[in-house]
């Protein structure tokens, strides 16, 4: 009787270090929670995340109780990467954003449209994006795509004279990154720099790779809701 308890609490020992060492040195989940990446990320969306992209450092361990704070096989994120950090205001709170300015950028927002270097980032409008809001209406978001970089990004403009649609001038500190959500006027970011600000590289934990999982207007335990719920057309889409 004893062997088979000690037996049964090594294998769950050995299984349970197993899950801790993949989410800590090779992929995490993460659900969203809000709209801030709409219309790239949807609230129900449950993504992986991959933690070598840039490195470790003590925020790639589960509670960030890693050694240090200084990354160990280190890669910087390029422009326009979808990332996963912890806020520096907390370094424990989990966001998602889009990388936009680079160490040592000069960026501003004037008018909605971004200017990085002095150089405008080009915009077109594209179709309406329909949005499901909590299953109750359905309105019609303004979409555009962005042309940053070698990418082309879909982005929501949902107003003008939006509160950070004009700001001041942001020059990126070495080690940091300047981070936008994909809904311009619906997120908390770097432009709020009383609350997020610039992104210390070793914050960052792991770049948004694809999409796993998708459930409408319902949680991720309320199986008997899942046959309706799922966005099939979501399940393994890659994040760009």
């Known amino acids: 009787m004893k062997n088979n308890f000690t037996n049964n609490l090594k294998s769950v020992s050995i299984a349970v270090f197993i899950a801790l060492l993949i989410r800590s040195l090779i992929a995490e989940p993460f659900n969203i929670p809000s709209g801030s990446m709409k219309p790239n990320l949807l609230v ?36 326009g990467d979808v990332v996963v950090f912890k806020t520096p205001e907390d ?10 300015g680079l160490p040592g950028d000069k960026i501003r927002i004037t008018n909605g449209q971004i200017i990085i270097n002095e150089e405008k980032i080009i915009r077109k409008r594209a179709e309406d994006f329909i949005d499901n809001d909590n ?4 309105k019609r978001n303004r ?5 940053l970089d070698n990418l082309q990004i879909a982005v929501l403009d949902l107003m003008d004279n939006g509160i950070v649609d004009n700001t ?12 936008m959500g994909d809904n ?18 070793e914050n960052l934990v792991g770049k948004a790779r694809f999409i796993f999982f998708s459930l409408e207007n319902s949680r991720f335990l309320q199986i008997w809701k899942w046959p309706k719920s799922i966005r099939i057309e979501r399940l393994f889409k890659l994040i760009s």
């Not at 979409?143 to 042309?147: A, C, R, S």
């Open 44 to 79: 129900g969306d449950f993504i992986f995340v991959s933690k070598w992209s840039y490195g470790y450092s003590r925020h790639s361990f589960p509670f960030s109780l890693g050694w240090s704070n200084k990354k160990i096989f280190s890669k910087l994120p390029k422009r």
């Open 168 to 179: 001041k001038l942001y020059v990126v500190p070495d080690g940091h990154f300047f981070v």
């Open 143 to 147: 979409k555009y795509v962005e042309y």
């Open 184 to 201: 311009r006027d619906n997120s908390q970011d770097s432009r709020f720099d009383n609350v997020v600000g610039y992104i210390p590289f």
């Open 91 to 100: 370094n424990r709170t989990d966001y998602i954003k889009r990388v936009i």
């Open 135 to 138: 299953n109750v209406s359905l």
